[in-house]
């Protein structure tokens, strides 16, 4: 991974993201994510493909960590072009293991600007949200 500026901003929503998820904090979650961002992927047999206020709702009913909980997480990769990046990470919370890919847009293309994920898509490895074999 290269590194810089671009770069260390991605990788501090990353951590919005995982601590937002994972501790159930709320403002974390609201701060890496845009507004009408989408998260997309099959748990526990559903096919997900809803907005961020139901990705909060879920989080505020879900068995979250206490805040400052270690969680298991890698970055895996970061890629920055202009205004648009994309991390990929694998992590694990709420009894399973993820990867993540996390699409990012930078809202001012300037030193100002904001990046925020605006489409989480994920896949389930292992645990409580693996799809049930088809029979």
């Not at 993201?17 to 890496?32: F, P, S, V």
């Not at 994510?33 to 961020?52: C, K, N």
């Not at 970055?75 to 709420?94: N, P, Q, R, W």
């Not at 890919?101 to 100002?112: E, H, I, N, Q, T």
Request: proline share 5%.
């Amino acid at each position: 991974m290269r590194g810089g500026a671009e770069h260390d901003d991605v990788r501090q929503v990353v951590f919005d993201y995982l601590e937002g998820m994972c501790w159930g904090d709320e403002a974390k979650l609201r701060r890496a994510f845009h507004p009408d961002a989408l998260q997309v992927g099959h748990f526990g047999g559903i096919y997900e493909f809803f907005p961020l206020e139901e990705f909060i709702a879920w989080i505020r009913n879900a068995a979250t960590e206490p805040e400052g909980t270690p969680y298991v997480a890698e970055l895996l990769s970061i890629e920055v072009t202009g205004t648009v990046a994309i991390a990929k990470l694998t992590d694990t919370c709420f009894g399973t293991d993820f990867t993540d890919y996390l699409m990012m847009v930078k809202d001012r293309p300037d030193a100002s600007g904001k990046w925020q994920i605006v489409t989480k898509a994920y896949h389930v490895h292992s645990g409580q949200g693996v799809p049930p074999l088809a029979g």
